[in-house]
Every structure is written in structure tokens, then in C-alpha cells.
């Protein structure tokens, strides 16, 4: 038993070993092919100088576009228009009926609609509580330390983010030592008898949303406090002048001033929003009423095995960040050209 023991390590380990050296193989390659073509392009001179200065700097991109994104969004959009088995032997079309299915079935119907409302709550009260959190922080003293404990859990992964808030909504009897924080607490305010949190719809939806809230409110945070020191103070003066103070200033001067900035804010958690496969898979699986597009798609891919619907969920996703994305890129050139 020791020997067959000792036999699958030793060829665990040296599958491990080939897999690394073609990695280095790999990446090693790619470098020195680059290596020779700038060596070649520093040689060159003249009037082909320029010309080919462009074409190798766009070329390596364009084609790790094309590799990377491209043709494996052609090939996603293709199995989508196919049977649940489109890698099988047995690949027959079905056309649209995999996107008819996507609005058309209950449960993935509600799963689209949940995901809507995380598209709305969250980034409006990430980007609320980044807002508030930044003109209160940058009166108080020692700021810098207050933005750095607020701004920490931006730098947590969205797994360990989970396993964080999954240990705080832990539901243990009342009558017993209480593990979960929040059921503690609640406890202690006088509710004897609190739910599971996360069995509990459409509560258990929102307690996940808050976990987003947290780790994208730093983020906000610290983006928006320094589009507010931006501000020219001779425009707060002036404002405060005139009268402008309190809640007068904040909306009638500091949030024109920082239009822009709150809709780039917005749209870039809108955009991770759009990606909060890891908190619901991590925290309860995307049962108990709690599922989103994200983590839908992985299920019928991944544990269905129906690459047709899953493929469908992912072109869906994807036209829907698209827009998002696009959207956030022209607010930047704009907020660019106006500076």
C-alpha cells in the first residue's frame, strides 16, 4: 500500500512538473520571439522605420485580442444556438430557443429579474455610502488612517469576503452559544427567535448584496473623495459666498463638479456587480431563491453539462456588461478632455 502510495505522489508530481515546464516553455517562447523582434526593429531605419514600429507594437495585441476574447466569444455565441450536448457526437442546432428559454423559464426569469435588482441596489448604495463616507472622512483627523481601514476590504478577495460575512450570518439554535454575529446581535436587541438568514427569502438576497456593498464602498470611497479635493476652492468660496453651505453646497456645486467621476464610479460596480459569481457560489450556492445570471451560467455548463443554455447565459452577460463598459470608457475621455 506504501508503494502504490508513493507511485500515484510520484506521478501527481511529475504530471505537476511537465504541466510548469510547459508553462515556462510557453512563456519563455513568446519572450524570446519578442526579444528578436525588437532586436530586428532597432536595426531598421529610414522610411520603414515608423511603419514598422506600429504594426509591432499593435500586432501582439490584436492578437492576443483575437485569441483571448474574439474567438472564444464567436465560439460561445455558436454553441448557444445549439443542443444542451454541443461538444458530443450528436450536435444539432436549435437556434434561439436556448435565449426563448432564458426569458421564457420561471426560475431563470427570476434569476434575471434578482440579478436586476443587484444591478440596481448595489452600485447606488456603494456609491451612496462611498460618497458619504468621503465627505465625512476628510474632516477628521487622521483621514489617511480612517480611508486605509475603510478602503481594506477592497483588497479582499470576493471568496474570502464571503467566508467572512458566511461565518457573521451563521444561524445556530437561540437557545444555544450564538457563532453568527449578526443573530447575536439581534438577539441581544430582543428578538428571541431569529431566521436562518440564509434560508430566508428574499432577505437572504440582500444580506449577500451588503457584502458587495462592503467591499466596493472603499473603492468608491477613495475614488470620489479625490475628485472632491479636485474641486477648485475658489468655486466652494464663491459658492459659500453666495450662500451655498451644508446640503446646498453638496448638491448644488460638489455633485455637478463631480458628475462625471459618480457615473464612472457607478458603472465600474455595475460592472463587477455583473460578476458576483464568487459571494452567491461561495455562500449558499445560488439556492434558497438566491441565484444571479453569473453563477447560473457555471451551473448549467458545469454541473448540467448543457453548454447550449449556459452558452446562452454568457452572450446574455456579455451584452449586457458591453454596454457598461463602452459607456464607462467615453465618461473617462470626457472627464479627460475636460481637465
Known sequence: MYDSHHLILAGLAGDSASKLWGVIEAVGGFIAILAIIFLVAGKVTGRLER????????????LLLIIGL???????????????????????????????????DPSTRSTLIRTVLWLVIVPAVATGAGLLVALLVDNMKRASLAKAFIFLPTAVSFVGAS??????YNYTDPHRPQIGLL?????????????DWMLSSPVNTFLLMVIMVWIQTGFAMVVL????????????????????????????VQVPMIRNTLVVVITTIMIATLKVFDIVYTVTGGNFNTDVLS?????????????GRGSALAVILFLAVLPLVGYNVLQMRKERASR
Open 183 to 195: 443573530s447575536e446581535i439581534v438577539i441581544k436587541l430582543g428578538w428571541k427567535n431569529p431566521p
Open 51 to 62: 511603419p514598422l514600429t506600429i504594426v509591432i507594437c499593435l500586432v501582439p495585441v490584436v
Open 70 to 104: 474574439v474567438i472564444p466569444a464567436i465560439r460561445t455565441f455558436y454553441l448557444s444556438l445549439h443542443g444542451a450536448d454541443a461538444y458530443g457526437p450528436t450536435v444539432h442546432s436549435v437556434g434561439f430557443q436556448n435565449y426563448r428559454w432564458a426569458f421564457s
Open 225 to 252: 473623495s479625490a475628485a472632491l479635493k479636485s474641486i477648485p476652492d475658489e468655486i466652494i468660496e464663491a459658492a459659500r459666498m453666495d450662500g451655498a453651505t451644508g446640503y446646498r453646497l453638496f448638491r448644488s
Open 163 to 168: 467566508i467572512i460575512w458566511k461565518y457573521i
Open 295 to 307: 453563477n447560473e451560467m457555471y451551473t448549467q455548463i458545469f454541473t448540467q453539462f448543457n453548454y
